[in-house]
């Protein structure tokens, strides 16, 4: 069996930043970038060599919301017995106010 865990909402970077923005009280900035230039920063950290195209076929699921949770039956209700919490109040919560 495999269990499908998404969250209610789809949550994109402009959504983590402005979240993280109004926890921190420090300006925090998403600037999305060309698939281009993530392959040459990914590239550049190291990576091994099968990693940059993983990550980067992921970053286009993303971007082409292929990941957004939409497409699938959500079980996280269920074995929760609850309704999640939403993701930008996990995010949020998980912040250091000092940070």
Known sequence: MTS????????GGADV?????????????????P???ARETVAATGA???QVPM???TYSAIAHGFL???QVEN?????LGRAPRPALDV?????DAAW
């Not at 499908?4 to 949550?11: F, I, S």
């Not at 930043?17 to 970038?33: E, I, M, N």
């Not at 079980?75 to 074995?79: H, V």
């Not at 995010?91 to 912040?95: K, Q, R, S």
């Open 4 to 11: 499908e865990l998404v969250g209610a909402e789809a949550v």
């Open 55 to 57: 990550l980067l076929s």
């Open 91 to 95: 995010i949020a919560g998980g912040t």
């Open 75 to 79: 079980d996280l209700p269920a074995l």
């Open 35 to 37: 698939l281009a230039e």
């Open 48 to 50: 091994v060599p099968f």
């Open 68 to 70: 957004d949770g939409r």
């Open 17 to 33: 930043a402005a979240a993280l923005t109004r926890t921190t009280g420090r300006p925090v900035a998403y600037r999305p970038v």
